[in-house]
């Protein structure tokens, strides 16, 4: 039984791999559908039920993706993980036992298949969006993208590449909920997610910012002026963390649909280098 | 065989040890071989002064069965996986104690070089620490120094896929020799002073077995339970003898045609049944009956096709020693569709009977703070059920049955749109190793609070592929997950404090006589509270996530108390 599933697999990579780098399986509906429960196994915890992106995984619905583009480079960025990145290799996430190379065909038909279903893109105004984020939206007081920009809130230039629309747009009208976007401790680097925090310290003086990181001991806060404050809790008179971000709500009466439009359009662009 | 020594002397050479021993050999002293020599030519009678004053140099000790149920004697040496057979990872030792703790500094550290999760307890027997990390390593430690005096490691197959990590949490110990688990399956018996291999048996790791856990020595055999849940293995618990290997028995966590039990699997399911074994299980002298937990039916999270209780997954089993005959079984979750492994430390409790002249109204327990969010209380005589309290969020019940035991929701299955339940899949609690301190009466315990959703993803069973049958994801919605160390009164099932760490943390816990518990954290943190009141007293950052249980022991009277984190064996003392 197993010398055979050997032999098999053997060939499935030898003709999947080696020689042509294409899916063995393309278009297989049926390899499409084993895909889709692999891919709620191993993939979904970051990248969402139905690919469309997670608290921490980029929407892979899109036609145009970041670091792959053909069916081998899928291939070599499931098996091999992408350093650098939260994205783990193949059975090293804590998530998921690992998959064989016939699994990972099946997940990347399952991926071309969503991606027929996948909405348009942004359609707005990528040069007036770059004007809205530098200029009267006041985006980049806290946010960096391409090197230019504040360190308050979090840099934004892969963000467009890597998010929904859904999820940006849903970021700027509701800056709170995704602090609450709990994620195992496997594919978080930090267990800070931009908490804004109060410390008052032993001679008075009140710090507030956000979490750069914390343990039970300590706490390293970045202030509005991007000072960092290195901090140890039992030395200080009050330590108050929030879930409330420190980013403003911007409602359409800030910033309209067609300006966040806009934003999104220039984030995506810069996203997708 | 020349496989295996090929791959251990090239990793002596790896690590550089070479320079720590002359031209790669370890010599004996030429005053310890004129010793040996002068002993053997001598006759008995006058050979015997020869032999107390070799037994009198502690690193030849044996470790017998007497020492093992008699541990509580030498609290210098930690010598099996919870520390006693009792499960209860307390130490005698209270050199370092509440009022001396914040002194406490770090000795040595020891790194492994593996990478991943390091989850190993380490065991110290007369100045020597034994302990393991991942990849099928094992190795020994002069416990004073950290400095390494054998280590090997046996060759990892390319195409192992166990579940989660290549992680391995300890050994066993008894005669001359350690007893480890491979993740492709075998038992491997190795010569405590030198490493090397004595004898070497084999499961199937293709089909999904493969073994993690630290295996139990009890009397003249090697005890270890398998590992599989998410391949849909056939669990079972078994027993080796310790000089040779040869299998004295077998116990089959899921029952074949004509045993009973097998009527609680639909169909053929129960081949493919799980109910792995894979953590430490504990053991009663007294009644010569080991108590070993077992893990998930499989698929994991899925109950369609394996209709019924799915005997024994998730249970407690009570088998005898000599035989592996199961004596009574109580299971804690039934028809388990959420990967609620009941693989936590089984811990034997004595209350102290009401007259203080006799043993009347003392009451033999076992206690154990289950995956599913409950702290369960049996007897350890019969296996009834005493209490059962939640000790963390759980939804998945609002009722008990007759024996007390909560049972399961109507809703709270898994759907395929996705179904929120708490706990979470990993559990209230996981293998984090609790404590049991006799001092405080109290039972400590990292726990979780976490819910997920838990989606179907229907998989055909393959033999050596994943066979878990369903997904589960954080909801967005949800409240950050939140990690607690807490002290649970057995007498009563309530919390009698807890603290909150920053995140979820994978440590175990210890307690000591000190008046100390200790734990570590994900952040990096290792970390003694009070044991009357949960006040963290003192803390050392080690630079690495803790996924291990601590341990204490004692060399040359100075106390120690060691963890493994990030990559390294950490070991503390006083100045």
């Given at each position: 039984m197993f010398r055979r599933w050997r032999v098999g697999l053997a060939a499935f990579v030898f003709l999947g791999v080696a020689v042509y780098g294409q899916n063995p399986l393309k278009d297989d509906p049926k390899a499409a559908k084993a895909g889709e429960y692999e891919f709620r196994i191993n993939c979904a915890l970051c990248h969402g039920l139905g690919a469309h992106g997670g608290g921490r995984g980029p929407d892979l619905t899109r036609a145009v993706k970041k670091h792959t583009h053909s069916d081998a480079d899928m291939f070599q960025v499931i098996s091999n993980g992408i350093p650098g990145t939260a994205m783990p290799a193949n059975g090293t996430n804590g998530q998921g036992v690992g998959m064989t190379d016939e699994e990972i065909w099946q997940i990347i038909t399952y991926i071309r298949s969503q991606e027929v279903k996948a909405p348009a893109q942004a359609q707005g105004n990528a040069a007036h969006g770059k004007e809205l984020f530098y200029g009267d939206a006041n985006c980049s007081l806290c946010h960096m993208v391409a090197g230019k920009g504040g360190r308050l809130g979090p840099e934004l230039t892969g963000v467009g590449g890597s998010r929904t629309r859904e999820a940006i747009i849903d970021s700027v009208r509701n800056p709170s909920r995704r602090l609450a976007w709990g994620l195992t401790e496997a594919t978080k680097e930090f267990p800070e997610e931009y908490e804004s925090v109060t410390a008052v310290t032993a001679d008075g003086k009140k710090i507030t910012g956000v979490t750069m990181n914390e343990d039970s001991f300590s706490v390293q806060i970045m202030d509005a002026g991007e000072h960092i404050h290195l901090l140890e809790k039992d030395k200080l008179q009050s330590f108050q963390k929030s879930r409330e971000s420190a980013m403003p709500k911007y409602d359409v009466d800030v910033l309209s649909d067609k300006e966040l439009e806009d934003i999104v359009a220039y984030l995506v662009k810069v996203g997708a280098k | 065989m020349r496989e295996r020594s090929d791959v251990r002397s090239r990793k002596v050479n790896d690590f550089g040890w070479r320079s720590a021993f002359s031209g790669g050999k370890r010599f004996p002293s030429n005053r310890i071989i004129a010793a040996l020599k002068r002993c053997a030519t001598q006759k008995l009678f006058i050979a015997l002064p020869c032999i107390v004053v070799l037994a009198g140099n502690s690193s030849l000790g044996q470790v017998t069965f007497e020492r093992l149920v008699n541990s509580a004697k030498e609290p210098q040496n930690w010598m099996t996986y919870s520390g006693d057979y009792s499960g209860k990872r307390f130490s005698g030792l209270d050199q370092i104690n509440v009022a001396n703790v914040r002194t406490m500094a770090a000795k040595w550290v020891y790194q492994t070089a593996a990478t991943g999760k390091l989850e190993t307890t380490p065991l110290v027997v007369d100045g020597i620490l034994y302990a393991t990390a991942q990849d099928n390593r094992a190795f020994a430690l002069d416990a004073r120094t950290g400095r390494p005096i054998w280590m090997y490691q046996r060759q990892v197959p390319a195409d192992i896929r166990p579940c989660c990590g290549h992680v391995n949490r300890g050994l066993a110990i008894l005669g001359d020799k350690v007893f480890l688990g491979t993740l492709d399956a075998h038992v491997v018996a190795l010569d405590a002073k030198t490493g090397a291999v004595v004898w070497d048996v084999a499961a199937d790791y293709h089909t999904g077995y493969s073994f993690t856990v630290a295996p139990l020595a009890v009397k003249n055999l090697v005890v270890i339970g398998v590992s599989g849940g998410e391949y849909g293995v056939r669990g079972f618990i078994d027993a080796y003898d310790a000089d040779t290997g040869e299998r004295k028995w077998r116990f089959y966590t899921v029952p074949g045609p004509g045993e009973p039990g097998h009527e609680t699997w639909e169909g053929d399911s129960w081949k493919v049944g799980g109910a792995p074994a894979w953590n430490t299980g504990t053991y009663d002298a007294v009644t010569n009956q080991i108590f070993w937990p077992t893990g998930n039916p499989a698929p994991s999270n899925r109950g369609e096709g394996r209709a019924g209780d799915n005997l024994y997954s998730n249970s407690l089993l009570a088998l005898n020693a000599d035989t592996g005959k199961m004596h009574w079984y109580f299971q804690f979750t039934k028809h388990d569709e959420h990967d609620w492994d009941a693989t936590q430390v089984p811990v034997m409790i004595d209350t102290p009977s009401i007259?203080?002249?006799?043993?009347?109204?003392s009451k033999h327990l076992i206690a154990q703070a289950d995956r599913n969010g409950y702290f369960y209380v049996l007897d350890r005589t019969t296996g009834k059920l005493l209490s059962a309290n939640a000790y963390g969020k759980t939804t998945w019940s609002d009722t008990k049955d007759a024996d007390g035991r909560p049972v399961a929701n109507q809703n709270a299955s898994p759907t395929l749109e996705g179904h929120m339940v708490c706990p979470g899949a990993l559990g209230t609690t996981n293998f984090m190793a609790p404590t049991y301190d006799p001092q405080t009466r109290l039972f400590y315990v990292t726990a979780r609070d976490q819910c997920d959703i838990f989606s179907t993803a229907p998989q055909p069973y393959e033999a050596g592929h994943a066979f878990y049958g369903s997904a589960y994801f954080p909801s967005e919605e949800a409240e950050p997950y939140r990690g607690f160390l807490k002290a649970i009164d057995p007498a009563t099932g309530t919390i009698k404090w807890k603290f909150e760490h920053t995140s979820p943390t994978w440590s175990g816990v210890l307690s000591t006589a000190g008046g100390l518990v200790f734990s570590g954290d994900a952040e990096g943190n290792f970390i003694a509270f009070e044991a009357a009141s949960g006040k963290p007293l003192w803390h050392f950052q080690m630079g690495g996530a803790v996924y291990a249980a601590p341990m204490a022991f004692a060399v040359d009277g100075k106390q120690y108390v060691a963890i493994a984190a990030g990559s390294g064996v950490y070991a503390f003392g006083l100045p």
């Amino acid at each position: 039984m197993f010398r055979r599933w050997r032999v098999g697999l053997a060939a499935f990579v030898f003709l999947g791999v080696a020689v042509y780098g294409q899916n063995p399986l393309k278009d297989d509906p049926k390899a499409a559908k084993a895909g889709e429960y692999e891919f709620r196994i191993n993939c979904a915890l970051c990248h969402g039920l139905g690919a469309h992106g997670g608290g921490r995984g980029p929407d892979l619905t899109r036609a145009v993706k970041k670091h792959t583009h053909s069916d081998a480079d899928m291939f070599q960025v499931i098996s091999n993980g992408i350093p650098g990145t939260a994205m783990p290799a193949n059975g090293t996430n804590g998530q998921g036992v690992g998959m064989t190379d016939e699994e990972i065909w099946q997940i990347i038909t399952y991926i071309r298949s969503q991606e027929v279903k996948a909405p348009a893109q942004a359609q707005g105004n990528a040069a007036h969006g770059k004007e809205l984020f530098y200029g009267d939206a006041n985006c980049s007081l806290c946010h960096m993208v391409a090197g230019k920009g504040g360190r308050l809130g979090p840099e934004l230039t892969g963000v467009g590449g890597s998010r929904t629309r859904e999820a940006i747009i849903d970021s700027v009208r509701n800056p709170s909920r995704r602090l609450a976007w709990g994620l195992t401790e496997a594919t978080k680097e930090f267990p800070e997610e931009y908490e804004s925090v109060t410390a008052v310290t032993a001679d008075g003086k009140k710090i507030t910012g956000v979490t750069m990181n914390e343990d039970s001991f300590s706490v390293q806060i970045m202030d509005a002026g991007e000072h960092i404050h290195l901090l140890e809790k039992d030395k200080l008179q009050s330590f108050q963390k929030s879930r409330e971000s420190a980013m403003p709500k911007y409602d359409v009466d800030v910033l309209s649909d067609k300006e966040l439009e806009d934003i999104v359009a220039y984030l995506v662009k810069v996203g997708a280098k | 065989m020349r496989e295996r020594s090929d791959v251990r002397s090239r990793k002596v050479n790896d690590f550089g040890w070479r320079s720590a021993f002359s031209g790669g050999k370890r010599f004996p002293s030429n005053r310890i071989i004129a010793a040996l020599k002068r002993c053997a030519t001598q006759k008995l009678f006058i050979a015997l002064p020869c032999i107390v004053v070799l037994a009198g140099n502690s690193s030849l000790g044996q470790v017998t069965f007497e020492r093992l149920v008699n541990s509580a004697k030498e609290p210098q040496n930690w010598m099996t996986y919870s520390g006693d057979y009792s499960g209860k990872r307390f130490s005698g030792l209270d050199q370092i104690n509440v009022a001396n703790v914040r002194t406490m500094a770090a000795k040595w550290v020891y790194q492994t070089a593996a990478t991943g999760k390091l989850e190993t307890t380490p065991l110290v027997v007369d100045g020597i620490l034994y302990a393991t990390a991942q990849d099928n390593r094992a190795f020994a430690l002069d416990a004073r120094t950290g400095r390494p005096i054998w280590m090997y490691q046996r060759q990892v197959p390319a195409d192992i896929r166990p579940c989660c990590g290549h992680v391995n949490r300890g050994l066993a110990i008894l005669g001359d020799k350690v007893f480890l688990g491979t993740l492709d399956a075998h038992v491997v018996a190795l010569d405590a002073k030198t490493g090397a291999v004595v004898w070497d048996v084999a499961a199937d790791y293709h089909t999904g077995y493969s073994f993690t856990v630290a295996p139990l020595a009890v009397k003249n055999l090697v005890v270890i339970g398998v590992s599989g849940g998410e391949y849909g293995v056939r669990g079972f618990i078994d027993a080796y003898d310790a000089d040779t290997g040869e299998r004295k028995w077998r116990f089959y966590t899921v029952p074949g045609p004509g045993e009973p039990g097998h009527e609680t699997w639909e169909g053929d399911s129960w081949k493919v049944g799980g109910a792995p074994a894979w953590n430490t299980g504990t053991y009663d002298a007294v009644t010569n009956q080991i108590f070993w937990p077992t893990g998930n039916p499989a698929p994991s999270n899925r109950g369609e096709g394996r209709a019924g209780d799915n005997l024994y997954s998730n249970s407690l089993l009570a088998l005898n020693a000599d035989t592996g005959k199961m004596h009574w079984y109580f299971q804690f979750t039934k028809h388990d569709e959420h990967d609620w492994d009941a693989t936590q430390v089984p811990v034997m409790i004595d209350t102290p009977s009401i007259d203080a002249k006799s043993a009347a109204g003392s009451k033999h327990l076992i206690a154990q703070a289950d995956r599913n969010g409950y702290f369960y209380v049996l007897d350890r005589t019969t296996g009834k059920l005493l209490s059962a309290n939640a000790y963390g969020k759980t939804t998945w019940s609002d009722t008990k049955d007759a024996d007390g035991r909560p049972v399961a929701n109507q809703n709270a299955s898994p759907t395929l749109e996705g179904h929120m339940v708490c706990p979470g899949a990993l559990g209230t609690t996981n293998f984090m190793a609790p404590t049991y301190d006799p001092q405080t009466r109290l039972f400590y315990v990292t726990a979780r609070d976490q819910c997920d959703i838990f989606s179907t993803a229907p998989q055909p069973y393959e033999a050596g592929h994943a066979f878990y049958g369903s997904a589960y994801f954080p909801s967005e919605e949800a409240e950050p997950y939140r990690g607690f160390l807490k002290a649970i009164d057995p007498a009563t099932g309530t919390i009698k404090w807890k603290f909150e760490h920053t995140s979820p943390t994978w440590s175990g816990v210890l307690s000591t006589a000190g008046g100390l518990v200790f734990s570590g954290d994900a952040e990096g943190n290792f970390i003694a509270f009070e044991a009357a009141s949960g006040k963290p007293l003192w803390h050392f950052q080690m630079g690495g996530a803790v996924y291990a249980a601590p341990m204490a022991f004692a060399v040359d009277g100075k106390q120690y108390v060691a963890i493994a984190a990030g990559s390294g064996v950490y070991a503390f003392g006083l100045p």
